[in-house]
């Protein structure tokens, strides 16, 4: 699954908390990229992963990220 090619591209909207978006930005500025690419790339990641194994989801975390 390649991150930029499909043809159709949405606009996805997430929030997050401040710390990570302080996060990514300290990193995307480390690694000479933009924000947005960082997203992408974990979640072409994610799902990349996904196709081989069940996904160890802590969902009793997932408010506390």
Do not use: C, Y
């Given at each position: ?8 591209i ?19 500025a ?36």
């Open positions: 699954m390649g991150m930029i090619a499909d043809k159709e949405v606009r996805v909207t997430a929030s997050l908390p401040r710390t990570q978006e302080l996060g990514l930005k300290e990193l995307a480390k690694n000479d990229v933009s924000v947005s690419w960082l997203i992408r790339h974990a979640v072409s990641k994610l799902l990349n992963e996904s196709e081989d194994a069940q996904l160890q989801l802590d969902f009793g975390r997932r408010h506390s990220l």
